[in-house]
């Protein structure tokens, strides 16, 4: 049957000599595959840009469930992104967070929260002009309570440790190596109560970005035991150094 969806583009990789296979993260069908014959051709004013990283689509396709690959009908970027193409640190982000979202994200059912979620999130990450440099930090947490697993940050009186294991902050320093120094727990904490709106105020200094940043993508792969290494993690570092 042909059906209409929003999508969230997670990796596209080359099929024969033409074709594309896509995965996106629908409105409708959650995570899905896709084929787009004669993407890569002359004649079809090259589709296959249509498909970066965390790029936003309308599409159409002959949807059967039997099916482990669907295919496409007709596709368009709606919206279009106005800076992250263009912004070096912005597209390094949405890079890395979609190769996140291309290991964590395996559900082949629809829910709608979280595609609103990432749907407004990256649309407002493009329009940011100052400090979007903590929007992968925010969508990393934030994105856990749609996957079950949001830490306790809570920060109570004490200075306390965050304990990846235990998934809260703690009042005495873990007995295992798997947990948060008490500087970037402090940070950790204050990150759990930002809006995407006050994002851009919220200001933490590069080392301890660097620290979340390996220590949440050690959180992640507590839950996902088949996370694996995050290639795009060392370009990511390497952008914002």
Partial sequence: MLAATEGIVLHSIKYGENSLIVTVYTRKFGRQSYILNAAR???????????????????????????????????????VYQDIPFNMLKTAQVIFLAEMLGKTLHEEESSEAMFDFLQNSLLYFDLMTENSSNFHLFLLLKLT????????????????????????IVPFEPPHPFFMHKEATASFAGLAQQSLTGLSSWRIPGRIRDYLLDKMVEYYQFHFQNLGEIKSLKVLKEVFS
């Fill in 41 to 79: 051709s002359k004649k079809s004013k090259n589709k296959s840009g249509i498909f970066q990283p965390l790029f936003l689509v309308d599409l159409v396709t002959y949807q059967k469930q039997s099916r482990e690959i669907q295919r496409i009908k007709e596709v368009k970027n709606t919206p």
């Fill in 145 to 168: 309570s749609f996957l079950g697993f949001m830490p306790d940050v809570q920060y109570n009186s004490f200075e306390g440790w965050f304990d990846l294991k235990k998934g809260k």
